[in-house]
């Protein structure tokens, strides 16, 4: 295992980032205790909750399970990219306005996961939103809540 740590260069937030660290730390430390974006969760560690979610080059991905060296070269965007000028997204919004967030845990995972299904299905079935959102654990809201969240949001993006 390398013990020495490496240079990293990506692109995070819409902001190019250069980090010093070991190359198999995971992004989501990196993110949180070397970058000080604490808005991706760590909730299981292992993959299997979605609450360490984030954007790779458009793709959603599990921090938990990124080495950092992963990342090189790579467009990285977390939850703190979602809202612009203190303005939340139409997903956030929705979020709020169902209580689909509730002790904020599994908060920003819903949200990405959210995002990635409503950018490739504006106008999503039921069906195809629990599917969607099946890697994403949560054990406050029932689900009901964040489906009914989802499914403003998809009413809000269609009407833009």
Do not use: W
Not at 39 to 55: D, L, P
Not at 90 to 98: H, K, L
Not at 135 to 153: F, H, M, P, Q, W
Request: proline residues 2%; charged residues 20%.
């Amino acid at each position: 295992m390398n013990t020495q740590k490496i240079k990293i260069q990506f692109t995070l937030n819409n902001q190019e980032t250069i980090i010093t660290t070991y190359p198999m730390k995971r992004l989501i430390d990196v993110l949180r205790d070397d970058l000080h974006l604490t808005g991706t969760k760590e909730g299981c560690g292992e993959g299997e909750c979605g609450a360490c979610a984030v954007f790779i080059n458009g793709e959603l991905v599990n921090s938990c399970l990124v080495p950092i060296i992963q990342v090189d070269g790579t467009i990285v965007s977390t939850i703190e990219n979602f809202a612009s000028d203190f303005e939340l997204d139409r997903i956030q919004e929705s979020f709020i306005n169902n209580n689909g967030a509730q002790c904020g845990i599994c908060t920003p995972g819903m949200i990405l996961a959210s995002s990635a299904l409503l950018m490739k299905n504006a106008n999503p079935n039921e069906q195809e939103i629990r599917t969607n959102l099946a890697g994403n654990l949560c054990r406050c809201t029932g689900y009901n809540k964040i489906l009914d969240s989802v499914k403003e949001a998809s009413k809000l993006i269609r009407k833009k």
